[in-house]
């Protein structure tokens, strides 16, 4: 194959100007971000009219503010790691250093399957899984917390798997025959020795997962997010969140203060994925130090 | 498990304990899977089966006159997909050559940590900026047109994206660059011919997977399409039209709650989607495994 002599500075400044773009398209969206949203940031971005101290402890409702909003995408990030990382932590396990053969190969096909379930999916099946609640067991069963923190973490499983079983494949061998060495039996090699080596870096998995799950819109819509629901008020209730706040005040904001909120809203959550990614590459970072002995 | 059989000191309590837990787990990430596809199933077969089944698939969505097609939303859900994937292939591409050998080794580091970080930016906040940012540009330059449009979601889909395409391609195409840089450079080739010549059609099956990966990105993402294609239900002609997604389709009618005749199509929707998502993942492990 021949190009004409011209498609070689082309192509060179072809790939220039991608990785140009790239940055000026970042660049962009963070300066137009921090420009229309610094001058939002302050107690009153979180807690409106309210006194923010009485706010805080739930005294007062904040009826103009993200604090609700921050609460609920709190306590569903806490619930879907409730669910999530001890499945996900057993279900790497199992695959790194139990399964074989034709069973590891189906089982490893079903988390790929799940990973690849789009998200507004995973949200229908929620969905779907009260529809059916409510024709035959529970005729008042409706969309809430539980639901949607059940459905974020069958969405973030697939992650939590593949990155415990990576980080246990990753281990160096050396590290593996110490526990035949000493007579240990593999579930007590894999409990005292494999799984401690390799903590931080599944750490650092669910720590992603966990970011993966804060970011995510598309679920809680279909599972029992609400506008104005205020503080989380229980397992079955309704509650808000970040991501959906933004997506509604975007798409229907009355006042320009609603909007300057929607910027305030969009930069907090910027700010908790981006330092949760940070915090991750930290911890990878750290590790790849640690066991560098073939890099 | 036979190693077992050396270790006296374990516990058979605490044994049995952690391997049904570990295989519990696991069982529960397959039937999970299953559970998906079987709701999905149970829901979707009656519309498929019912007298009116042409009524789902027909292009006209009128619920009022009680024409609920989603195939208009189909198409428009493979036309954004895939403009978004012919805007983010060649510059995932290109920024691929650039990190790899192209760019000095200082400025391609900083891009290659730009797009890792990219994959932390929420998609609603891609969203939200450009309602903003990109829909007022696109209202000046096209005037008439509302900036929510076919045009404005595949642009900011694309950027989306990006990070998939340029993180799967970027580990195959550095081996393949790394493999054949010296033999190249001793023949006299230098690095944008090393590339073009040796390096990417080296690389062709890991272009094809990031591709068909970044597709199945695309047509899966919701947020993009709700905030900024303008949710017309019509067939996508002009990059100016306002059309509507399969995923988009699903969190309108959810959440506006439009009854239940409005559901059927919500279960065909959503079992195409899952349809499309095991197609692509059949895919992706041929092409895979291969290079493996």
């Not at chain 1, 059940?150 to 160096?172: D, I």
Request: proline content about 5%.
């Amino acid at each position: 194959m021949t190009f004409p002599k011209f498609a070689y500075p082309a192509f060179r400044w072809f790939c220039r100007a991608c990785a140009l773009c790239l940055a000026a398209a970042l660049a962009g969206l963070f300066g137009f971000l921090l420009w229309r949203g610094l001058g939002t940031l302050g107690p009153s971005l979180f807690f409106g009219e309210a006194d923010p101290w009485r706010a805080l402890l739930l005294r007062v409702p904040v009826m103009d503010g993200l604090w609700p909003a921050c609460l609920g995408t709190l306590s569903l990030l806490g619930l879907t790691c409730l669910l999530a990382v001890p499945v996900g932590i057993a279900a790497g396990v199992c695959l790194a250093e139990y399964a074989a053969g034709p069973a590891k190969a189906w089982l490893t096909f079903c988390v790929e399957l799940l990973a690849s379930i789009p998200s507004v999916v995973m949200g229908l099946f929620g969905f779907t899984l009260i529809l059916f609640l409510r024709r035959t067991i529970l005729p008042t069963a409706n969309t809430c917390l539980l639901l949607a923190a059940g459905c974020l973490a069958l969405l973030v499983l697939p992650y939590l798997v593949s990155a415990t079983q990576k980080s246990l494949e990753s281990l160096p061998e050396s590290l593996r025959l110490i526990g035949p060495s000493l007579g240990l039996g593999t579930g007590r090699a894999i409990r005292h020795i494999l799984l401690p080596a390799s903590a931080r870096s599944i750490l650092a998995g669910v720590i992603l997962a966990v970011g993966r799950a804060a970011e995510d819109t598309a679920v809680i819509l279909l599972t029992g997010v609400v506008a104005n629901a205020g503080a989380p008020a229980g397992l079955a209730g309704k509650f808000e969140a970040l991501p959906f706040t933004i997506y509604s005040l975007a798409a229907q904001y009355q006042t320009p203060e609603e909007l300057d909120r929607g910027y305030g809203a969009a930069m907090v959550l910027l700010a908790l994925t981006g330092s949760l990614f940070v915090g991750a590459h930290l911890l990878h970072a750290t590790l790849r130090r640690r066991w560098q002995v073939n890099p | 498990m036979g190693e077992d059989g050396v270790c006296r000191n374990e516990n058979r309590l605490v044994q049995a304990t952690w391997l049904g837990a570990l295989y519990g787990s696991t069982g529960l990430c397959a039937l999970a899977v299953a559970a998906v596809f079987a709701f999905l199933l149970y829901f979707a077969a009656p519309v498929f089966w019912a007298d009116n089944a042409g009524s789902v698939l027909s292009l006209a969505w009128r619920p009022l006159d009680g024409s609920f097609g989603i195939l208009s939303m189909a198409a428009a859900s493979l036309a954004l997909a895939v403009s978004a994937m012919l805007v983010a292939m060649p510059a995932g591409i290109g920024i691929c050559c650039f990190t790899c050998g192209l760019g000095p080794p200082m400025a391609a580091r900083l891009v290659l940590g730009l797009v890792r970080f990219m994959t932390s930016i929420p998609t609603v906040v891609y969203g939200f900026v450009s309602v903003f940012a990109l829909t007022p540009i696109i209202q000046a330059v096209f005037r008439g047109s509302s900036g929510f449009c076919w045009l404005t979601a595949g642009l900011t889909l694309s950027l989306l994206v990006l990070p998939t395409v340029v993180l799967l391609l970027e580990g195959p195409l550095r081996d393949a660059w790394e493999h054949t840089a010296l033999a190249a450079s001793a023949l006299g080739l230098d690095a944008s011919r090393t590339l073009l010549h040796v390096a990417l059609p080296r690389a062709r099956r890991s272009i094809a997977a990031a591709a068909v990966l970044g597709f199945s990105r695309a047509i899966g993402d919701t947020l993009i399409a709700l905030m900024l294609a303008g949710n017309a239900p019509q067939l996508p002609l002009s990059p100016l039209d306002s059309i509507r997604t399969l995923t988009a389709h699903i969190a309108l009618v959810v959440s506006t709650e439009s009854g239940s005749r409005a559901y059927n199509s919500l279960f065909a929707a959503g079992l195409l989607l899952l349809g499309a998502a095991t197609a692509v993942n059949l895919i992706l492990r041929r092409l895979l495994r291969k290079t493996a």
